[in-house]
């Protein structure tokens, strides 16, 4: 069983900063990516960013791309996820999620067997 820790999220003014973190214990032999999804009130949850196990691939929604940056520490078992240039629409609850989807299915929150609890990020005006 693979247990997902997120930290990081707080309160942040528009056009600043924050940087989450992802630590991963337990059976994590055999999975292929670690993602970014977030959630909105009253919205579906989204992708965000993607990276693959060995930290060598990754993939960003266009909504965040040049704008948040994802990596993956092997070592430590964490991904974190660098949020710059913050806007209001950033504003969500944020998890990570790992699982073994194939390519296609990497965007769909549907491919992951494991979450974390999420991370509230707030960006205010």
């Known amino acids: 069983q693979v247990q997902l820790v997120e930290s990081g999220g707080g309160l942040v003014q528009t056009g600043g900063s924050l940087r989450l973190s992802c630590a991963a214990s337990?059976?994590?032999?055999?999975?292929?990516?670690v993602a970014w999804f977030r959630q909105a009130p009253g919205q579906e949850r989204e992708f965000v960013a993607v990276i693959s196990w060995t930290g060598y691939n990754t993939a960003y929604a266009d909504s965040v791309k040049g704008r948040f940056t994802i990596s993956r520490d092997r070592n430590r078992e964490t991904s974190d996820l660098q949020m710059n240039s913050l806007k209001i629409e950033d504003t969500g609850v944020y998890y990570c999620?790992?699982?073994?989807?194939?390519?296609?299915?990497?965007?769909?929150?549907?491919?992951?067997?494991?979450w974390g609890q999420g991370t509230q990020v707030t960006v205010s005006s």
């Open positions: 999620a790992v699982g073994r989807p194939i390519l296609s299915s990497q965007r769909q929150s549907s491919a992951y067997i494991y």
């Open positions: 337990g059976g994590t032999s055999g999975m292929r990516v």
